[in-house]
T-cell receptor
């Protein structure tokens, strides 16, 4: 069955380092992939969308890559700060219905001083 | 004011009660969604609506019903609540797009924490 995999273990990194989070998916090849940030007790907030014909997308300190051959997206935060600590979710259409997103379970990032 | 507002923010109730969670939005979006979030399971889609006359079941619709009263309002009901419906519930909206809904960002409310005893 189609599924999305994100590392369920928390990622702990030191301030100033680059954080890299992974999103893997199976079967269906989506045309778009999205990344969200979720803080405790809050709803997810949209960060970036990347299209299948884009290898890389950047927004300030954020960078997303999309490898449709590997069925993988990488999410990078450069020069990470404690304020970047949150859970990051990837989302894509894995059903092929073009009508809804399926979200990964998210990876919690903890940036320490 | 928040663009997507959910009420109530917290609710504790008993098994068998009827519960309604409400969502209203000021973004002018046609598309609205209801999700539940459980630890380790992530966000799962309950129902979604592409306009007032279009309601669709999501991944886990059993035990739930919805009503799209207007473009801006989408409510979720639990007709007879049971303990395993205890979860964090989110409403989201997205703008219309030609063809593929997955190319539009979704905008979430801050959720309703529902506990069923």
């Amino acid at each position: 069955s189609q599924k999305i995999e994100q590392n369920s273990e928390a990622l702990n990194i030191q301030e100033g380092k680059t954080a890299t989070l992974t999103c893997n998916y199976t079967n269906y090849s989506p045309a778009y992939l999205q990344w969200y940030r979720q803080d405790p007790g809050r709803g997810p907030v949209f960060l970036l969308l990347i299209r299948e014909n884009e290898k890389e997308k950047r927004k300030e300190r954020l960078k997303v890559t999309f490898d449709t051959t590997l069925k993988q997206s990488l999410f990078h935060i450069t020069a990470s700060q404690p304020a970047d600590s949150a859970t990051y979710l990837c989302a894509l259409d894995i059903t092929g219905t073009a009508s809804k997103l399926t979200f990964g379970t998210g990876t919690r990032l903890q940036v320490t001083l | 004011d928040a663009d997507v507002t959910q009420t109530p923010r917290n609710r504790i109730t008993k098994t068998g009660k009827r519960i309604m969670l409400e969502c209203s939005q000021t973004k002018g979006h046609d598309r609205m969604y209801w999700y539940r979030q459980d630890p380790g399971l992530g966000l799962r889609l309950i129902y979604y609506s592409f306009d007032v006359k279009d309601i669709n079941k999501g991944e886990i619709s059993d035990g739930y019903s919805v009503s799209r009263q207007a473009q801006a309002k989408f409510s979720l009901s639990l007709e007879s609540a049971i303990p395993n419906q205890t979860a964090l519930y989110f409403c989201a909206t997205s703008d219309r797009s030609p063809g593929d809904a997955s190319n539009q960002p979704q905008h979430f409310g801050d959720g309703t924490r529902l506990s069923i005893l």
